[in-house]
């Protein structure tokens, strides 16, 4: 895999008296997909909102391109090139689907006023392309009125629709049929042939099995297992999960 | 753990249905209820007004008038109050706000200044009190409730402090008075403010990026957050234009009566979040329109005026919108909860 582009060096992270992440070091290579697996409360989670410049580590840092870095916000990590699939999908239910899919990044003319026409397009476009999910006919719904799966389908043409070097996905399909996993599985891999790299967080070891170069596997909070594909099995990747 | 065997694949949602009648549908848009209720009410009062002109003089020349003088000053409140609710926060504050300005304005016009000099330094204070209470509430991690009640209180004892219990005239020379307090085109020209003002704040929500992050931040705060959105800068320019609308009641009202009163204005903030509640703002944040807030406000004036040409004795006024509030309410959370499907 090509040089990391965004490295975690000793990353620790508490929410007061709990230790939610702890001594945490893991790398991302260029173009590579790293499966992220753990079990519930492992700080998954943690770790992609930290590197989504949500949180901010109680100890350690960040590098991008080996060059240290803090990320305080969420505009510093989409700087840095990072696009994330939140898994609670940060979506807004008042808001429409073409609203919530240029959230924070509208198309705007000179003054700050929507090009809605516009942005509906795209909206459509992404919609039809990165997700074949059934039920959203039109990007003018309302996210509130869509279904779990849909939610995840508008959350993943958002940030594959912004994706530009590293796609953090957080339990992207939890909601979605198989025929929509399997379409966004490919949709992972197509853009790892575009060169960009991804994380992704599941329980499904199958699932991260076929598309992942990389495992990372946490267990409360730290690091218990960074292996190749090529140097393990679902049946050594299931036990360390369990067992750990 | 579940994660040996391929998990279950979750069912394919049954396509929602979308057959709800035209009606339905028009009530559960933003507005579309109140915009339903406002059109019923016009009606009713035409109609009577047509069929007993000599009983029931709604469409009077001098009722019209009456109207349009009194719905600018809680239209323009309604505003401010609406686009901050819709971000996430209430401001009780306004009234107390809306005092204060005028009490200033008027002070310092009778002291020698020039009239738009003293509308812009009450405007710049409203708004500088705005950008106060969103400071401490998001410092301090405060509900905004009681920062703004908070600030009700310190704002109305200020306006002692500034000029004592006295009424203070007004008089700003014809240039201003016609200007937001005269006739033009047969209409009263605070009234006109009002639409101006409400086309403007449409764009700004409705049409504007700004807008979107108010709805975003009320909406769903972490979302907007975890988006990029700076939801603190939104919920402070929202407290700026809160108070910076009250500061503008404030003058379209002096300019209307010609004297500020130290005690006017009490119970208008919360006049002013009923027009919001009943024009069909959600109580939680996130959702409203500038219609809504249009109509809530030409609602509750336009009731008040009917009741007041039936000669019903004022208790029935607070009692009818009350009822009309807490209505519009349950209705609202029904509509949302819906949504949620
Ligand atoms: N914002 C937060 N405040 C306090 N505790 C948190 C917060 N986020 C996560 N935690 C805690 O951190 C631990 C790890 O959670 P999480 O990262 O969500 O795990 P995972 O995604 O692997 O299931 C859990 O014990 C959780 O309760
Ligand atoms: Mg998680």
Known sequence: MGRPILELHNISKRFGALTALRDLSFHIGEGEVIGLLGDNGAGKSTAINLISGIHRPSAGHLSVDGHETLFTCRNDSAEAGIETIYQNTALVDSLSITRNIFMGRERCSAGGMLKLAQMREIAMEVLKSAVHISGIDSPDMLVGDLSGGQKQAVAIARAVYFKRRILLLDEPTSALSVRETEAFLNQVLKLKSENVSSVLVTHNLYHAYQVCDRFVIMSHGTKVFDVPKAQTSIGQLTEYVVMT | ?341
Request: aromatic share 10%; charged share 10%.
């Open chain 2, 1 to 341: 753990m579940s994660t040996v065997s391929p998990s279950l694949p979750a069912a394919t949602p049954p396509p929602r249905l979308h057959r709800r009648s035209a009606l339905m549908r028009l009530i559960s848009a933003p507005a579309g209820a109140i915009l339903v209720a406002f059109l019923l009410l016009q009606l009713a009062c035409i109609t009577y007004a047509l069929i007993a002109p000599d009983d029931f003089r709604y469409l009077s020349a001098r009722n019209l008038t009456i109207l349009m003088k009194a719905i600018p000053v809680l239209g323009c409140l309604a505003l401010g109050v609406g686009i901050l609710m819709i971000a996430g926060e209430f401001d009780l504050s306004v009234g107390s706000i809306y005092t204060l300005t005028a009490v200033v304005m008027a002070v310092q016009v009778a002291g020698g200044l020039n009239p738009f000099l003293a509308a812009g330094l009450a405007i710049l204070i409203g708004v500088a009190i705005g950008i106060l209470h969103g400071w401490i509430t998001l410092r301090a991690g405060l509900p905004s409730f009681i920062v703004t009640l908070g600030g009700l209180l310190f704002w109305r004892g200020a306006v002692l402090l500034y000029n004592g219990a006295v009424q203070v005239r007004f008089d700003p020379g014809p240039v201003f008075s016609d200007l937001f307090g005269g006739t033009f085109l047969g209409v009263n020209a605070a009234f006109w403010w009002f639409l101006a003002l409400s086309v403007a704040f449409f764009f700004l929500l409705h049409r504007h990026r700004f807008g979107n992050h108010v709805f975003a931040t009320g909406g769903n705060r972490s979302a907007a957050t975890a988006i990029g959105i700076d939801v603190g800068k939104v919920k402070i320019a929202a407290f700026a234009i809160a108070g910076g609308m009250a500061a503008f009641a404030g003058i379209l009202a002096t300019v209307r009566v010609g004297s500020v009163q130290p005690g006017q204005g009490t119970g208008l903030e919360l006049q002013a979040i009923a027009a919001c509640v009943i024009g069909g703002l959600s109580l939680t944040g996130g959702r409203g329109s500038v219609l809504g807030i249009f109509l809530g406000a030409m609602l509750i004036h336009t009731i008040t005026n009917v009741l007041l040409l039936l000669r019903a004795p004022g208790f029935y006024l607070d009692m009818f919108i009350a009822v009309l509030i807490v209505g519009a309410a349950a209705f609202n959370s029904l509509i949302e909860r819906k949504g949620r499907g």
